[in-house]
């Protein structure tokens, strides 16, 4: 017969265990082995006599170069946002962005928890972020060196969420478009992504909605300058390098320059100096005073371009430029109509040439008064009969051809043919004069409702860029 007892020993003798030992053995192994059980909760007694003990940490500490999951085939979960503090500065030479960012990251750290009732209801602690493991955010677009200070430190609470928070300048690459300068508006993207960890790895989140980062920007921004924030928006695509791809949040920052100073310095002037050109047209254009005013007029619009020029972007053509450029071609256009005038009525006054048939028709469409005209002709004038001393500037026509004898002065020197024939000659060369008159009187129309319609349409799009 078998004898029971015998068999128990027979068992232990080879390494059994009872059912109730092997449950005991594992709960005990279950709180000895690291990353199970309670072993992760921190002992914090002693917290409130001797201070935090650096040692209840230890564990933490050396895990800090391992993401902290439980399962390492898990990705770990990173929620990201950020504070625009400073806008300061915009190449659009270089098409750079600078700017100073407070960054903040989140994320659970499930190897560090404690006990609130045992810890004193201790809530938060701070720790060196040299000691803990940090997610590798950056930030795609930027072209330079991490400049944050060193030394910083992250926050972690009873149930182990890790805060870190940290001031970084950020130089970043932009589209600048400056067509519409100084009434642009930019839109800078700001790409936060891990170097390392794929999405197998990491997967990144936000714990605060897009328009609570933007009216804390607008609220914190420092910087009154040059430009203003607009309005933040997000995007989360994925970005493939090769056959890993990686997990980013894509911010769009809209900004707007703030055009008063340039308006004050650049347009004000400018359109001035143009008014003042435009008024020059009252003087009249025979006398010696038209022409060096605008030369004058030149000259000085040149070196205020050249004064303002450091206030102009150094790259690309914004339509400012071409403002310039049509102001400076205007008053160049005026003032060889201008010396183009002087020699005309100078060569009718003397020897005025025969005016061809087309120019006549011309002059028969023109010659209704217009009112736009600063030197425009008296309404009892009718057709091409205008008297040139009726046009401001314009000497008498005796002034301008002689003086021309009676005919009853003419029938005492005993002369009455020769005089009727010398009167028809003078008759037609003042004809003549008039046509010619009446032509320098059409071109200074015609460029000064020019001046008008340009000045008009520069205010109007100043206007219209200023308010959209």
Known sequence: MVNPQRDVQKRRMKGGWPVGGRVLLCLTVSLLLPGRGDTFTINCSGFDQYGVDPAAFQAVFDRKAFRPVLNYSNPIHVNISFTLSAILEVNAQLQLLTSFLWMNVMWDNPFISWNLEECVSLKNLTVSAENVWLP??????????????????????????????????????????????????????????????????????????????????????????????????????????????????????????????????????????????????????????????????????????????????????????????????????SLLETIFITYLLHLATTQPPPMPWWLHSLLLYWANPRTCCPTAPQKGNKGLNLHPAHLPGVKEPVELVGKVSGPREAELNGCPESTRAKQEDEAQRQHLVDLWVQFSHMMDTLLFCLYLLFMATSVVTVIILWNT
């Open 136 to 333: 590798d955010i950056f930030i795609v677009e930027s072209m330079d060196v991490d400049r944050a200070p060193p030394g910083l430190t992250a926050f972690v609470n009873s149930e182990g969420r890790m805060k870190y928070d940290r001031p970084v300048r950020v130089t970043s690459i932009c589209n600048l478009d400056i067509f519409y300068f100084p009434f642009d508006q930019q839109n800078c993207t700001f790409t936060f992504s891990s170097f390392l960890y794929t999405v197998d790895s990491m997967l990144l989140g936000m714990d605060k909605e897009v328009w609570e980062i933007t009216d804390t920007s607008r609220n914190l921004i420092q910087t009154q300058g040059e430009w203003e924030l607009l309005g933040i928006t997000k995007a989360t695509p994925k970005m493939l390098v090769g056959s890993n791809v990686y997990d980013q949040i894509m911010f769009y920052v809209a900004i707007r320059r703030r055009p008063s100073l340039y308006v004050i310095n650049l347009l004000v002037p400018s359109g001035f100096l143009i008014a003042i050109d435009a008024l020059s047209f009252y003087l009249p254009a025979e006398s010696e005073n038209r022409a060096p005013f605008k030369i004058t007029l030149l000259l000085g619009y040149n070196v205020f371009l050249l004064m303002m020029n450091d206030l102009l972007p150094a790259s690309g053509t914004p339509l400012i430029s071409v403002y310039f450029a049509l102001c400076l071609s205007l008053m160049v256009v």
